[in-house]
């Protein structure tokens, strides 16, 4: 173990993502029993600029590891961004006496602590906690199953009336410039068509698929759009398959930030706890500057600049098997 490290602090930074709290309540509990004390940081980067840190207890996390959101609160940090931010930052953690920092969060997130801890001599390790799962080196982040689940149960709704008057939806969902959300919440709610940044889409094959489930008698169908598509949200791209096949009566409804809610899923819950308590282990284990993932249900150690550089795609061929379920 290495002796230095007496002090750990713990935040949530960039968008929220269900589990975020079963994460800070395994590193507060790991820590504790390390015999480390552990401080909150309040609204990730933005309060540590602000030296806003308060002591977690092992009993502070109780009864939290159900909750969604994060108790720590979030933000997404300009000042952070700048040279002056980061200095700031770094003395308010001296002035609380902190060794280690774990990081709760996405790209954003690691994005900053990668920089940071180049710069300052303390270290961190991250927990992936984002809805968007678009982070190399971990086969899920916190949150991707609970944001999936809350996004099929919002398409199961949609189906219920789509079908009842013969309507096609497009149905938009979140994940930045990736497809996972969309590509899982197609396949889980048997969408028509998934359409995802990771795999050029065209309207007039978009269309044609359209027509040939027309002439097979669908009724109705549900299209999934992710976020960040080439031609816009799911609104233009139903204005554009309106203009070139009119067949169905076509509505758009834009899931959004409900994805974000809601109670952390079983997976999340005991992902953020393995992940957690995995980011107090590295630390103490001396590791610095890299995020714990896990893959073939095994921990792994991934360099921040890997995790938020190194492409991650959707699995090719779930996308073939989408398509050949969606006949
Ligand atoms: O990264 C999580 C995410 O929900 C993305 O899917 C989405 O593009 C973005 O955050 C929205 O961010 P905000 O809540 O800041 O508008």
Same mark, same amino acid.
């Given at each position: 173990?290495?002796?230095?490290?007496?002090?750990?602090?713990?935040?949530?930074?960039?968008?929220?993502a269900p589990g975020m709290n079963a994460a800070v309540r395994a590193v507060v509990r790991t820590a504790?029993?390390?015999?480390?004390?552990?401080?909150?940081?309040?609204?990730?980067?933005?309060?540590?600029?602000?030296?806003?840190?308060?002591?977690?207890?092992?009993?502070?996390?109780?009864?939290?590891?159900?909750?969604?959101?994060?108790?720590?609160?979030?933000?997404?940090?300009?000042?952070?961004?700048?040279?002056?931010?980061?200095?700031?930052?770094?003395?308010?953690?001296?002035?609380?006496?902190?060794?280690?920092?774990?990081?709760?969060?996405?790209?954003?997130?690691?994005?900053?602590?990668?920089?940071?801890?180049?710069?300052?001599?303390?270290?961190?390790?991250?927990?992936?906690?984002?809805?968007?799962?678009?982070?190399?080196?971990?086969?899920?982040?916190?949150?991707?199953?609970?944001?999936?689940?809350?996004?099929?149960?919002?398409?199961?709704?949609?189906?219920?009336?789509?079908?009842?008057?013969? $309507? &096609?939806? !497009?149905?938009? *969902?979140?994940?930045?410039?990736? /497809?996972?959300?969309?590509?899982?919440? %197609? #396949?889980?709610?048997?969408?028509?068509?998934?359409?995802?940044?990771?795999?050029?889409?065209?309207?007039?094959?978009?269309?044609e698929v359209l027509r040939k489930g027309a002439r097979r008698k669908k009724l109705f169908s549900v299209?999934?759009?992710?976020?960040?598509?080439?031609?816009?949200?799911?609104?233009?791209?139903?204005?554009?398959?309106?203009?070139?096949?009119?067949?169905?009566?076509?509505?758009?409804?834009?899931?959004?930030?409900?994805?974000?809610?809601?109670?952390?899923?079983?997976?999340?819950?005991?992902?953020?706890? $393995? &992940?957690? !308590?995995?980011? *107090?282990?590295?630390?103490?284990? /001396?590791?610095?500057?890299?995020?714990? %993932? #896990?893959?073939?249900?095994?921990?792994?150690?991934?360099?921040?600049?890997?995790?938020?550089?190194?492409?991650?795609?959707?699995?090719?061929?779930?996308?073939?098997?989408?398509?050949?379920?969606?006949?």
């Open positions: 173990m290495s002796n230095e490290i007496k002090r750990l602090a713990v935040f949530t930074s960039g968008g929220d504790a029993f390390n015999d480390l004390h552990v401080y909150g940081i309040t609204r990730g980067y933005e309060g540590m600029i602000d030296g806003d840190l308060k002591r977690l207890e092992v009993r502070d996390v109780g009864n939290i590891i159900h909750r969604g959101g994060t108790i720590l609160k979030t933000a997404r940090s300009k000042r952070f961004m700048t040279p002056e931010g980061r200095k700031t930052a770094y003395e308010a953690l001296l002035a609380f006496d902190i060794d280690a920092c774990v990081a709760i969060g996405g790209n954003g997130t690691f994005t900053g602590a990668d920089v940071f801890s180049k710069e300052y001599d303390i270290p961190i390790v991250g927990v992936p906690g984002t809805i968007d799962n678009d982070l190399y080196g971990t086969d899920a982040t916190v949150g991707f199953d609970t944001a999936i689940n809350t996004a099929i149960e919002a398409v199961d709704k949609i189906r219920d009336t789509a079908d009842s008057h013969n $309507r &096609l939806f !497009f149905v938009e *969902v979140m994940g930045r410039n990736s /497809g996972f959300i969309a590509l899982n919440t %197609g #396949i889980g709610s048997g969408a028509g068509c998934i359409l995802i940044p990771e795999i050029d889409s065209n309207i007039d094959e978009l269309v299209v999934i759009v992710a976020e960040g598509n080439k031609y816009g949200g799911a609104t233009e791209i139903a204005e554009r398959v309106q203009e070139a096949f009119d067949h169905y009566d076509t509505k758009v409804a834009i899931i959004g930030h409900l994805q974000r809610g809601g109670s952390p899923s079983a997976l999340d819950r005991v992902l953020a706890s $393995r &992940l957690g !308590f995995g980011a *107090v282990e590295a630390i103490i284990a /001396g590791k610095s500057n890299c995020m714990v %993932g #896990i893959i073939n249900n095994k921990i792994k150690h991934t360099p921040f600049v890997d995790a938020i550089t190194k492409n991650k795609h959707p699995n090719k061929d779930l996308v073939r098997m989408a398509e050949i379920l969606a006949i």
